[in-house]
Nanobody, 122 residues
Framework: QVQLVESGGGLVQAGGSLRLSCAAS????????MGWFRQAPGKEREFVAA????????DYADSVKGRFTISRDNAKNTVYLQMNSLKPEDTAVYYC???????????????WGQGTQVTVSS
């Protein structure tokens, strides 16, 4: 079992930046892919970014390319999401997720955090 805890969310003005963290605890193994998803009120949960722990490959949703950066620190069992040039449309609850194997844009990850709220004001 892997437990994931997100942190770093909050209220920020449009154009500002936030860095989200996702810390993994419990028994973990090498080769876990990590992903970030978000869900705004009244909308479906959508893919944001993903990273492969074994290969270092990354992928991003078109809506965040050039603004968001996903990174990892395996020594700390932590994945980060650096969010720059934030827009009101980025307002959502952000969830991190983990699965053993290749990363994917589909919401088929095995473990999920409880989410952290990001609110961007105009």
């Amino acid at each position: 079992q892997v437990q994931l805890v997100e942190s770093g969310g909050g209220l920020v003005q449009a154009g500002g930046s936030l860095r989200l963290s996702c810390a993994a605890s419990g028994r973990t193994f090498s080769g876990y892919a990590m992903g970030w998803f978000r869900q705004a009120p009244g909308k479906e949960r959508e893919f944001v970014a993903a990273i492969s722990w074994s290969g270092g490959n990354t992928d991003y949703a078109d809506s965040v390319k050039g603004r968001f950066t996903i990174s990892r620190d395996n020594a700390k069992n932590t994945v980060y999401l650096q969010m720059n040039s934030l827009k009101p449309e980025d307002t959502a609850v952000y969830y991190c997720a983990s699965r053993l194997g290749m990363f994917t844009i589909a919401p088929i990850y095995d473990f999920w955090g409880q989410g952290t709220q990001v609110t961007v004001s105009s």
